[in-house]
C-alpha cells in the first residue's frame, strides 16, 4: 500500500502569519484545493462541544476554512449528529442552541448549521457496505446527501476508543441515533459493587432509566432498558461502572472504522486535526479536566487513517503535562515516548481501529510527514 502524506504545522506564529493563516497555508498545501468545489453540498463535519467544555475546535478556525471553501464555489454547512447519551446535544432544539452558545452562529461563521439526523435523531440513510460487523450503517440524512465531506477533528483521548480523531468523529459522529445504537449494541457495562461508593452520577447521568441503587445504596443496571451508550463507563470517577467482558474496546473500533467507510465511499474528502488541548475525555462531556500533553499544532491529509495513526504518534511522542490525569496517575512516570491513550484508558485499544480502517480501504497507516 502507497504512503500518505500528512501536512503539519506548528502553533509558532509572527505578526505577518497568525494561526488562521497558517490553517488556511496548511490545507492549501495538503490539497484541499484539488477537489471541485464547484455548487457541491459541502459538509463540514465537526463537534459543536457540550456546554461547559472548552477543548472544543475555536470557531475562528472554522470561519476560515468556510471563507475559503466559499471561495472555491463551495455549499458548505456545518453539521452533527444528535448524541444517544443524556446532555445538551441529544435533539436538534437543544443541538442548535448549544452550537450557538458555543460560538458557532452566523455572527461568527459565514454559513447555516443543519443537524444531520433531524429533529429527534431519526433522520437517516442506510448506506450498504456489507461490512464485517455493520452491513447497512445509518447515517444522518445531511451527511448521507452531501456531495463531500470535510472533517475538522478536535484530537484528545476517549474512555472507549482510546481517542477520538478523524475516525471517531466521522464514524460516530455521523450516525443517528439508531446508528449509535447498533455501534454501542454489543455494550453490557457492569458494576463492580466492590469500587462502587453510591455517589449517584450515574443514576443521574443515565438518559434511559436504566441505573438505580439498591438497598446497599450500590449502583444497579437495569438491562432491559441500558442500551449500553457507556456514559456511566465514562463518568464513574470510582472504577466502578466498567466494559463488561462481552465487549471490547476492539470490536467499537472496528464497527466505527465500517460508519466512516459508509460515510466517505464514493465522495471526495477530507481531514484536519488540532493536536491542541488534548483533554483526556471526550468533548460529549460538560467538562474538560487539563490537558495531557502541550498543544503540538495542526495537521491535514486526504487520508483520515493516515492522519489519525501520525496524530497518534505526535501525541506518543510528546512529554506528559505535569498536573494532568496522566502524570497523576503515572507520577514516576514522564510517559514521554509511550502510548499515552493507553496510559489513560487501560481498556481500550486504538491501534485495532485504523487496522480495520486500512484493511477495508479508507487509507493507510503508512505515512510522510511534511512540516509546513
Not at 102 to 107: D, L
Not at 292 to 308: E, M, R
Amino acid at each position: 500500500m502507497e504512503t500518505s502524506k500528512v501536512y503539519f504545522t506548528n502553533l509558532r506564529t509572527t505578526p505577518a502569519s497568525n494561526l488562521l493563516d497558517k490553517l488556511e497555508r496548511l490545507v492549501k498545501r495538503a490539497g484541499i484545493t484539488t477537489i471541485n468545489f464547484k455548487n457541491q453540498f459541502t459538509a463540514i463535519k465537526i463537534h459543536f462541544g457540550e456546554p461547559g467544555n472548552l477543548a472544543y475546535i475555536r470557531p475562528n478556525y472554522v470561519a476560515r476554512l468556510v471563507n475559503l471553501l466559499q471561495n472555491q464555489g463551495a455549499k458548505p454547512f456545518l453539521t452533527d449528529s444528535n448524541t444517544l447519551y443524556s446532555g445538551k446535544r441529544s435533539n436538534a432544539v437543544d443541538h442548535l442552541h448549544s452550537a450557538m452558545q458555543n460560538g458557532f452562529n452566523p455572527i461568527a461563521i459565514p454559513c447555516n448549521i443543519i443537524i444531520a439526523d433531524g429533529l429527534k435523531g431519526t433522520d437517516h440513510k442506510e448506506i450498504t457496505i456489507n461490512g464485517q460487523y455493520c452491513k447497512a450503517p445509518k447515517i444522518g440524512t445531511a451527511i448521507a446527501s452531501a456531495d463531500i465531506i470535510i472533517s475538522m477533528n478536535h484530537f484528545k483521548g476517549h474512555e472507549q476508543a482510546g481517542f477520538g480523531g478523524a475516525l471517531k468523529n466521522l464514524g460516530m459522529g455521523s450516525a443517528s441515533i439508531a446508528g449509535k445504537l447498533e455501534l454501542h449494541s454489543a455494550s453490557s457495562p457492569v458494576i463492580n459493587r466492590k469500587h462502587c461508593t453510591g455517589c449517584q452520577i450515574c443514576v443521574k447521568s443515565c438518559a434511559h432509566n436504566a441505573i438505580h441503587l439498591d438497598q446497599q445504596k450500590i449502583a444497579t443496571i437495569n438491562y432491559n432498558k441500558c442500551v449500553g451508550c457507556g456514559q456511566c463507563v465514562a463518568l464513574c470517577q470510582y472504577s466502578a461502572a466498567i466494559l463488561g467482558e462481552d465487549d471490547t474496546s476492539e470490536r467499537l473500533n472496528y464497527k466505527i472504522a465500517e460508519y466512516t467507510q459508509a460515510v466517505l465511499t464514493g465522495k471526495p474528502h477530507f481531514h484536519i486535526s488540532f493536536i491542541m488541548n488534548v483533554s483526556p475525555e471526550c468533548d460529549c462531556w460538560n467538562h474538560n479536566d487539563a490537558p495531557i500533553i502541550p498543544d503540538l499544532g495542526i495537521a491535514a491529509s486526504h487520508d483520515p487513517v493516515a492522519l489519525d495513526q501520525a496524530c497518534a504518534d505526535l501525541a506518543t511522542q510528546a512529554p506528559a503535562l505535569p498536573g494532568s490525569k496522566l502524570t497523576e496517575n503515572h507520577p514516576h512516570d514522564p510517559a514521554c515516548g509511550k502510548d499515552k491513550f493507553k496510559l489513560i484508558h487501560p481498556g481500550t485499544s486504538w491501534q485495532s481501529g485504523l487496522e480495520h480502517a486500512e484493511k477495508i480501504g479508507i487509507g493507510t497507516r503508512k505515512y510522510e510527514l511534511i512540516t509546513i
